[in-house]
């Protein structure tokens, strides 16, 4: 165990210096120059040389590239003299736009997108789960065939089509719910559950009938399995069979797809959060392409990729509790 944990981590830690290898070549290397986004449209040239050399973007990539990841342990500093800005570890630089800190950003607004993904995460495991274990003890009767339609229509709506018609019919002619923001939970959990529920609903949708249709198809082909017969055989209660049987194999590949899933949206949900407003991680990152603020841009797609590759860390050890046949030695 603690070698095969030894060998994830390596391979973590190799895949995660790959992403920022090849992510800071492409916004500092073959993206506009920093600099000149910075100076803006006046700018002189020794202004532009002057922010060139601030920034460390003379000097040779390999050096601008081992300062941005030893800062991102050790910090790092802009600059010299009286000119000198200390970036504390982590340090991934500042705004292009506000001068603010890129981690000081992420952290003001981690905590929004984490609401999000979890809240809609419950929604779609139990909406999605359920109905696939419901469509598939009742195979080929009408409850089948209606819950398998409504998946197939659900998967097939954009979540900003579902969104503003939800806003339309809840908000602005039902008036059952406020319009959704950022409310913290010590402002009042029924308001903060009112203001998150449209964008769970929304980001769970689509999730949800996907889940639900890999779950049929693989409690159906579970329940053909032999030892499945043999445990009707013995006489077992069909619930005891599906519970103790059927459900731990048949669920092992939801929780790959659950872990990529979850791991992704903790990056951000971009479209919802912009839709609804929501000051998460989605929108800011949003907000950095549409303005082109390179740092803010690179910090987003590093974040989303360690919680991708820590998601299939988590995934593989889950694994070994839902499957006996993958236990780690």
Known sequence: MARYLAGRIAGLALILFMVCLFTYLIFFKLSPDPAVMICGKTCTPERILQIRTLLGLDQPFFTQFW????????GRDYGSGVNLIHCPAPCLGYSFQTSQSVWEMILDRLPVSATVAVGAAVLWLLAGIGAGLLSAVKEGTWWDRTLMGLALGGASIPNYVLALSLQFVLVVKLQILPFPTAVAFSDGPVLWFQSYLMPWIVLATGYACLYARLTRANVIDTLAENFMRTARSKGLHPALTMRRHAL???????????????????????ITETVFGLNGVGKMAADSIAKNDQPVIMAVTLLAAFFVVVGNVVVDLVYTGL???VRIR
């Open 67 to 74: 300062d941005f990841l030893s800062g991102l342990f050790a």
């Open 248 to 270: 731990r194999p048949a669920l092992t590949p939801i929780t790959t797809i659950f872990g990529m899933d979850f791991a992704a949206l903790l990056g951000g949900a971009l």
């Open 323 to 325: 499957d006996p046949r």
